[in-house]
């Protein structure tokens, strides 16, 4: 197996940027996930659960260490300045702020805001894009500090530092939904691994082991609930598709793609060989 792409998102839940090589630090990827939409209303750092529009958007580090947003008419603001509040409220219809990533210990950072709605069970079958009829992630699998926090404190991921997915997922899915758009892009992974012909979801059966990437090794955790978000549009030719959803809760148990902690820092970079360990 072989490291075929590295995506890293600057801003959290919009479409993020391909990169030849990356650092990976014990909290994942050096850069990733730096900035993030706040509730100005109802409080609470929010992603694409929330606002779908955001994975219209684009993001992206430039040659001077800036971070860009980048708008479906061609507009491209910098983080931080306010120009680019004004136009992500306006693009999301409600009152947002673009926010850095900041310590650890600004705990009210983190913190949940208000939920859309005071009944828990539609609140979250609303975040997971699930019918009455389907069932809910099992929610023991992710870490319990994200009860009370939207994102594990210092950071802004969801639940883990990383996302892996394979080729072979991806043509599975193809093939599984031939009148879907299946774009990597839908599903937001951090690394994808080219599996060569192998078939299924073989990432899947790494649960509980190592990879090993260059220098880097990464421990795969669980399988990843799939949520509204791959349901979303992303652009015109990657419309809003709720057979994506669907699909993943009644043939693959509601998963795709697997969670993975860092175990040994370093660089990784596209072509990097792939070892799967005890």
């Known amino acids: 197996m072989r490291l075929e792409q590295i995506w890293r998102y600057p801003v959290?839940?919009?479409?993020?940027?391909?990169v030849p090589s990356i650092e990976v630090a014990a909290q994942g990827f050096v850069g990733?996930?730096?900035w993030a939409i706040r509730d100005e209303e109802r409080g609470g750092i929010r992603g694409a659960k929330k606002f779908g529009g955001l994975m219209r958007l684009r993001s992206e580090v430039t040659k001077d260490g800036a971070t860009h947003v980048h708008f479906p008419d061609g507009t491209e603001l910098e983080a931080g300045s306010p120009a680019l509040d004004a136009?992500?409220?306006l693009e999301l219809d409600h009152l947002v702020s673009l926010q850095s990533l900041p310590s650890a210990t600004d705990l009210d950072h983190f913190r949940r805001g208000e939920p859309d709605n005071e009944d828990l069970l539609t609140e979250?079958?609303?975040i997971f894009g699930r019918d009455e009829d389907e069932p809910l992630p099992d929610l023991s699998v992710f870490p319990p500090e994200i009860i009370e926090f939207e994102s594990p404190p210092g950071t802004h991921h969801d639940a883990f530092p990383l996302l892996v997915m394979s080729t072979t997922a991806l043509r599975s899915l193809s093939s599984a939904l031939p009148d879907s758009v299946i774009d990597v892009r839908r599903f937001r992974p951090s690394i994808v691994i080219d599996t060569g012909d192998q078939t299924g979801h073989p990432e899947f059966g790494w649960v509980g082991r190592s990879l090993r990437i260059g220098e880097v090794e990464l421990r795969i955790g669980v399988a990843c609930p799939r949520c509204v978000m791959v349901t979303r549009e992303v652009s015109p030719y990657i419309p809003a598709d709720r057979a994506v959803l669907r699909h993943i809760i009644r043939e693959l148990d509601q998963n795709v793609?697997?969670?993975?902690?860092?175990?040994?820092?370093?660089t990784i970079?596209?072509?990097?060989?792939v070892t799967l360990l005890d």
């Open 87 to 89: 136009r992500l409220s």
């Open 257 to 266: 793609g697997v969670y993975a902690t860092v175990i040994t820092p370093g």
């Open 12 to 18: 959290k839940s919009m479409i993020g940027e391909l």
């Open 32 to 34: 990733d996930r730096q």
């Open 269 to 273: 970079e596209e072509g990097d060989n």
């Open 124 to 126: 979250l079958r609303a």
